[in-house]
């Protein structure tokens, strides 16, 4: 092997190896700074992010792994998101946790990583971070949690507390019975167990070729999670001696694969603004509209909530990533290389549906074209997003007089005003909530519906939104609509009462006005953040729209692991 990166602070005799060496000591064998891998295990165990607080045990199986493959294991805690906690939106943080993750990999003695993560932002941060440093680096998903039971019923993580809320203002489950069923909802460590974005981007993580084949969907608590990633901890180490870096691995085709997977399985949107960040960091070509040429013919083939029925947990039993990448094999690119060294084609050989009610087969998929529709229009000249197979098929093609709400508040304090003029045709439209309108660009886009239209036995409306939406979310709603309202997009200037055309199959959403003919509404505009200092400060002054990933101007792109200077 060559000169290990980590050789720069441990190797010769002069004080200041010495003093790398003399501190790192602390019981570590003799041995260890001589030519042994040092692995940074980037570790997202947080008490704040539920989700992932397993994660310390995960790395204990990662380190005897990277042990017992000659390399020495460093556990390198990294911030943290609780998709559930973090207010305003953990998407916020999401570009902060991958440049502090990204800067602490490159400053410090650091040959190889592993990344630990899970819930929602934590992989997608990791592997931006991991992308932009370019050190040889392996993802170990933390793994959906148990499907919990109420009263018989399984219970998806979020699709049933949004559908229980809604029934309970619906009037037909009462309070007492959404409160009891609460303590079911969660019923084991792991992430969320329907096709959220955590399982999502697990998944896409693996498809990417990120992951040790095999391993993105086995269940938080299932023990063979920690015999992978006892695996994982010994591969990391090869990929230093082979030096096999990100960017030998998230190639187009790499991404290619990403979308065909993401379409198969019925994924998040969300994912759509990762992968774009991802691809900007290791500088991989890929657009917008690339979802949609690459992902919009590929069958659905994953019954899974918030879609379909199922839970993540069957999605595993059924065969899994690899029984459904089979289905799907003549899409997916042959050149793309996972982190083993074969190519992702070969990884799935022995993929295997067993069980036809969670993963279908190509012959008989639940939606033939399931992939992400990018919209343009005059209310979306850069783009916006649809997932058709989570919304209402009669809806993709709607007609209706605009609702429009300047900011969630807005939404909020009028929703349900027995005297809103709205009805089922009309469509709900929702401003302010781009990356820098409400920064980090919260879930709100799948807005409630109002109470009197629920009350008439609806339960899907055209929702249009600058937002995005949780991953755990369904209906049919476009989101990611770029411009945003806060930079002067049309969506600033519709009103209440203009009519809207969406066309899913033609890729259209309009309004009926001349967009260009008025200013942006005041109400809108004086929602809007304006922050002073600090992080969301910087983030307001550079964030990128979500059509390229939301990621911060000044931080797309690589730097690679070079650091120029000695700290004495
Ligand atoms: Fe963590 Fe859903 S809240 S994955
Ligand atoms: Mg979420």
Redesign the pocket.
């Known amino acids: 092997m060559s000169e290990l990166r980590s050789a720069q602070w441990y190797a010769g005799n002069d004080r200041n190896a010495y003093i790398h060496r003399a501190w790192m000591r602390r019981g570590a064998p003799p041995d260890a700074f001589t030519g042994r891998p040092q692995i940074a295990i980037a570790n997202s165990a947080s008490d704040l992010?539920?989700?992932?607080s397993h994660l310390n045990e995960v790395a204990e199986s990662v380190k005897q792994g990277i042990w017992a493959a000659g390399g020495v294991p460093l556990n390198l805690p990294v911030v943290s998101l609780?998709?559930?906690l973090v207010r305003p939106t953990a998407m916020l943080w999401r570009n902060m946790a991958a440049m502090a993750a990204e800067e602490m990999l490159r400053a410090n003695p650091v040959d190889g990583v592993v990344l630990l993560g899970?819930?929602?932002k934590t992989i997608p941060a990791l592997l931006m971070a991991a992308a932009s440093v370019d050190l040889p680096a392996i993802v170990v998903p933390g793994g959906p949690m148990l499907t919990g039971t109420f009263r018989g019923v399984p219970l998806g993580?979020?699709t049933d507390v949004w559908r229980l809320s809604e029934e309970v203002r619906a009037g037909t489950l009462s309070e007492k019975d959404f409160i009891d069923s609460e303590s079911s909802m969660i019923r084991s460590r792991g992430?969320?167990n329907t096709m959220?974005?955590?399982s999502t981007m697990g998944l896409l993580a693996e498809s990417l070729g990120m992951v040790l084949p095999g391993t993105a969907g086995i269940p938080a608590p299932d023990s063979r999670l920690l015999a992978r990633a006892h695996e994982s901890g010994r591969l990391v180490v090869d990929l230093v001696e082979k030096q096999r870096k990100p960017s030998d691995i998230l190639t187009r085709s790499a991404f290619r694969n990403a979308i065909v997977a993401l379409a198969a399985l019925g994924g998040s949107t969300n994912a759509v603004v990762h992968l774009l960040a991802i691809a900007g960091r290791v500088g991989t070509p890929l657009a917008l509209d690339d979802f949609d040429s690459i992902g919009a013919d590929v069958p659905l083939l994953v019954d899974l909530q918030p879609a379909g029925r199922h839970l993540m947990e069957d999605l595993h039993r059924a065969g899994g990533l690899h029984a459904v990448l089979q289905e799907v094999r003549d899409l997916l690119d042959p050149e793309a290389l996972t982190v083993s060294g074969r190519p992702l084609v070969d990884e799935i050989g022995t993929g295997q549906i067993f069980d036809d009610e969670v993963i279908r087969s190509r012959a008989s998929p639940l939606k033939p074209h399931a992939g992400i529709a990018v919209l343009r229009g005059n209310l979306a000249p850069d783009g916006a997003i649809i997932k058709p197979a989570a919304a209402t098929p009669e809806l993709l093609t709607h007609q209706g007089r605009a609702v429009v709400f300047d900011s969630v508040e807005d939404m909020h304090a009028r929703i349900d005003d027995p005297t809103l003029d709205v009805d089922a045709d009309s469509v709900l439209v929702l401003r302010g909530c781009g990356p820098k309108g409400y920064p980090g660009m919260p879930e709100v886009a799948n807005l409630p519906l109002p109470e009197k239209v629920l009350r008439q036995g609806v339960r899907d409306m055209v929702r249009v939104c600058d937002g995005r939406m949780s991953g755990?979310a369904y209906g049919t709603v476009v989101l990611h609509v770029a411009p945003e309202a806060a930079t002067g997009g049309p969506l600033a200037r519709v009103r209440t009462g203009d009519v809207v055309t969406l066309d899913v199959a033609r890729r259209r959403i309009d309004v009926q006005a001349d967009l260009d003919a008025r200013e942006p509404a005041p109400a809108m505009l004086a929602a809007l953040a304006e922050p002073r200092r600090g992080w969301e400060k910087l983030y307001v002054d550079t964030v990128l729209g979500a059509d390229t990933g939301a990621d911060l101007g000044f931080l797309v792109g690589a730097s690679g692991d070079r650091v120029a200077r000695e700290s004495h």
């Open positions: 992010t539920p989700c992932n609780g998709e559930t899970g819930c929602d993580c979020g992430h969320c959220g974005t955590a755990t």
